[in-house]
């Protein structure tokens, strides 16, 4: 499933107008940012805004890292060799095995981990209490503290610190590769190289071509739109946000999966029947793509924060992604060095679909760049 994400993917004629916004403003405009995001690049760095440090506590479990006091993460290796780092996408759907598009990339341990809030990593939150205005501030600022972009972010340099390295390759996909980004913008002397595929539209927000739900409600019959606008309704109601369960977020957030693999099959896509598109409640998770959406908020740029990137970037598109070809452009311009290479047959999944033409592209830039270490081309690449 690709990432589900922002308000402004909500049509303006009707798509959930009603309930999508109201807490989320109220919460933004006590802070000051008037509907602006509740991160901020730089804020991880400084440590604003995290419930720990950013050196994990103890390990006792060979199975999960420990990051804070009560949030492990899942996770296992594939390969052997330099250490690089897999972020996954959703937000807030793992995999359950390695990437086949990593298995022909030689030479490179990959370390998977389920995010928190997911999969079999650490769920903070089953419920929350109170109904008030000020509770439901002080569980806005809770949960996106603790399971939005910052929380995530600072999970990528924490796991850097447990691995013992000082500079990482880190691999993102789809709003993976929009913490890889972020990422890489706060520490970019702990970042080697970077692999970000299908990154999201999300560096900017309000989207400039309208962002995924638009693009997935063009391609859905009419019929199916009837219901899809239905769906986001409930899906983005946040004024009774905290009513619901963590399971039952799970579940609503798992009921994109259909709508997408429709919208896939009207885009000509051949994955659009995969089970991997459809994934289970007990996977996903429920509270934690909540908590990105407030950190993203209504309106935000940052592209500007980019710019620290010091390491070489491939960017790869999938021909029959939903995103265009010119927003995953975008996203390749704001960095100082990138190559943007498009995988043909493929639509968001290229490491699943084109396995080996992907495994190419990641060897081939990986082998030049890696092997280049320290030289700046100060240049941008792309066929």
Known sequence: ????????????????????????????????????????????????????GLDAPAQVDREFWRVEPDVKLFHFTQGSGRTALVLHGGPAIPPDEPWAGLR????????????????????PFDRFGGGSWLSTWKNLKELERTLGLGAQIADVERVRRLLGEERLVVVGHSFGALIAALYAAEFPEHVAALVLESPPE??????????????????????????FQK????YLDFAHLFEKSEAQLAALHAEFGPYYAAALRGNGAA????PSL????????????????????????????????????LVLHGERDLQPLSATRAFAAAFPVAELRVIA???????LEQPEAFARQVRAFLATNLLMEGTDTGTKREP
């Open 1 to 52: 499933m690709a990432d589900p994400l922002s308000f402004e993917m909500v049509r303006e004629d009707g798509m959930g107008a009603r309930n999508r916004g109201w807490l989320v403003v109220a919460a933004l405009a006590a802070t000051g940012c008037g509907g602006g995001s509740m991160y901020e690049p730089g804020a991880v760095r400084s440590g604003a805004n995290l419930r720990a």
């Open 104 to 123: 022909g990339v030689d030479g490179f341990a990959f370390h998977y981990f389920h995010q928190r809030g997911c999969g079999r990593s650490t769920r």
């Open 202 to 227: 999300l560096l900017v927000v309000p989207s400039p071509t309208g962002g995924l739900f638009a693009e997935v409600n063009a391609r859905l019959a009419a019929t199916e739109r009837i219901a």
């Open 231 to 234: 769906y986001l309704e409930r």
């Open 271 to 274: 994955i659009a029947g995969s």
């Open 278 to 313: 459809v994934p289970a409640p007990t996977e996903v998770g429920g509270f934690m793509p909540q908590a990105v959406y407030l950190s993203m908020g209504r309106k935000h740029d940052w592209r500007a924060a980019l710019v620290r990137v010091r390491a070489p970037v």
């Open 345 to 351: 047959g493929a639509s968001h999944y290229a490491h």
